[in-house]
């Protein structure tokens, strides 16, 4: 597909995920316990739970779940700069810390938890306010009984890479 024409798909993508969307909140310890990860993240989609305050405050969202897979985009502004002229690390950081993450929790069965044990992000070029809607995509790589590991990309429409991760999650039972 050329570039024009996913970047005009993931702006649709985008404009029809976001009505659907709740507003920002956390899930009670019940709502997480009794769905799968899957189940969990597919009710966020539909509404009927919250979406993450991060996400709110920083402008991105998700689009995309499924088994090892978890996609968020963003499209980062002024707001999100550094005082040295390009987007703050952090950004980057913060959406592949979550799509990697969703990406293990796409793995889990209901009765599952998971948290950040380490991310390692690696800054390939720098994003700006002009570069437009990016995604950040999550992979699981493995997930044992207790530990987790995946990857994640931060690409624009045309595919260039911004900042690449790889993660360890513990798991445990909530
Ligand atoms: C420049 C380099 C570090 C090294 O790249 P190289 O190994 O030499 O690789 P290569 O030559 O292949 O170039 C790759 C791309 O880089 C571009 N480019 C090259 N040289 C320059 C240059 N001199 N100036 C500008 N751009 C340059 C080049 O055109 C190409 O892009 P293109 O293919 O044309 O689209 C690159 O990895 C990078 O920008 N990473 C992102 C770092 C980042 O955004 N960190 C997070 C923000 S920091 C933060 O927030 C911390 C903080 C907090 C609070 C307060 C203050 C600070």
Redesign the pocket.
């Known amino acids: 597909m050329e570039s024009h024409e996913k970047l005009k798909q993931w702006q649709e993508e985008e404009a029809s995920i976001r009505p659907v969307l709740a507003a920002p909140g956390v899930a009670t310890r019940e709502q997480l316990r009794e769905r799968s990860g899957m189940e969990f993240l597919n009710d966020i989609f539909q509404g009927k739970l919250p979406v993450a305050p991060i996400g709110a405050l920083m402008d991105f969202i998700p689009v995309h779940a499924d088994k090892g897979v978890m996609i968020f985009q963003g499209s980062p502004g002024p707001q999100h700069y550094?005082?040295?002229g390009?987007?703050?690390?952090?950004y980057?950081a913060t959406l592949l810390d979550s799509c990697v993450g969703c990406a293990i929790h796409t793995m889990l069965p209901a009765g599952k938890g998971y948290s950040t044990l380490e991310l390692k992000v690696n800054?390939?070029?720098?994003?700006t306010d002009k570069t437009g809607p990016i995604r950040a995509e999550g992979r699981v790589i493995n997930v044992g009984s207790q530990v987790a590991v995946a990857e994640g990309r931060i690409t624009d429409a045309s595919g260039?890479l911004?900042?690449h991760a790889t993660t360890t999650c513990l798991v445990f039972s909530i």
């Not at 390009?86 to 952090?90: D, F, S």
């Not at 800054?123 to 994003?127: F, S, V």
């Open positions: 550094n005082p040295i390009m987007v703050h690390g952090g980057a800054y390939i070029r720098a994003l260039k911004y900042a």
